[in-house]
């Protein structure tokens, strides 16, 4: 069963800007180095949150201070950042099978969300449709320019998931669909 949103603590913020191209959330690993890297020729207005970037990271100094924001943001503040956010970036190739929390936190709380494959992620979404999929690095610069190039189309997307997200994909949908489970074995 799929990890579902807590629509109680991720969701629009009325009245919250769209003022940072791209936010990253995330530990640093090698191939999230190669896809920020990538992101900052697209855009340099990033927000990047994660453990281990100042010291791994082979990024350049002056540019990791620049957009190096901390290491952990949780609860009001990552919805608030969420909803700052134009295009939230998911790097998790480590995830092949499984959605993580990432795709619904960012989905509720309606902003659009471009992240790599994962195996059950069109069980689930649609590409295009709730959010957007990339498939190398050229495929996320390519989406990347053009989700923040368009803003119809992003807003679109965004909203599209968002209501994916509250009729399908919620902790009380999880809760109801145990539930069914457990009156069906019994």
Same mark, same amino acid.
């Given at each position: 069963?799929?990890?579902?949103?807590?629509?109680?603590?991720?969701?629009?913020?009325?009245?919250?800007?769209?003022?940072?191209?791209?936010?990253?959330?995330?530990?640093?690993?090698?191939?999230?180095?190669?896809?920020?890297?990538?992101?900052?020729?697209?855009?340099?207005?990033?927000?990047? =949150?994660?453990?281990?970037?100042?010291?791994?990271?082979?990024?350049?100094?002056?540019?990791?201070?620049?957009? !190096?924001?901390?290491?952990?943001?949780?609860?009001?503040?990552?919805?608030?950042? !969420?909803?700052?956010?134009?295009?939230?970036?998911?790097?998790?190739?480590?995830?092949?099978?499984?959605?993580?929390?990432? =795709?619904?936190?960012?989905?509720?709380?309606?902003?659009?969300?471009?992240?790599?494959?994962?195996?059950?992620?069109?069980? =689930?979404?649609?590409?295009?449709?709730?959010?957007?999929? =990339?498939?190398?690095?050229?495929?996320?610069?390519?989406?990347?320019?053009?989700?923040?190039?368009?803003?119809?189309?992003?807003?679109?997307?965004?909203?599209?998931?968002?209501?994916?997200?509250?009729?399908? !994909?919620?902790?009380?949908?999880?809760?109801?669909?145990?539930?069914?489970?457990?009156?069906?074995?019994?």
């Amino acid at each position: 069963m799929p990890h579902g949103a807590n629509i109680r603590q991720h969701y629009p913020i009325a009245g919250s800007a769209k003022e940072i191209d791209l936010v990253f959330l995330g530990a640093w690993s090698p191939w999230r180095d190669q896809v920020i890297a990538s992101a900052f020729e697209v855009t340099q207005d990033i927000a990047l =949150y994660g453990h281990s970037w100042i010291r791994k990271s082979r990024l350049p100094r002056d540019m990791l201070r620049r957009i !190096h924001k901390g290491d952990l943001i949780l609860g009001a503040p990552l919805n608030a950042l !969420h909803n700052k956010a134009r295009v939230v970036l998911n790097a998790d190739r480590t995830v092949r099978l499984g959605l993580n929390m990432r =795709y619904f936190e960012v989905l509720a709380s309606r902003s659009c969300l471009l992240t790599d494959n994962a195996e059950d992620l069109h069980n =689930y979404f649609t590409d295009n449709e709730h959010l957007c999929v =990339y498939q190398d690095l050229e495929d996320m610069q390519r989406k990347l320019r053009w989700l923040l190039d368009n803003e119809d189309e992003r807003l679109r997307i965004s909203a599209n998931g968002f209501r994916e997200v509250l009729q399908h !994909h919620t902790c009380d949908h999880r809760v109801q669909s145990l539930l069914a489970a457990f009156s069906a074995v019994r």
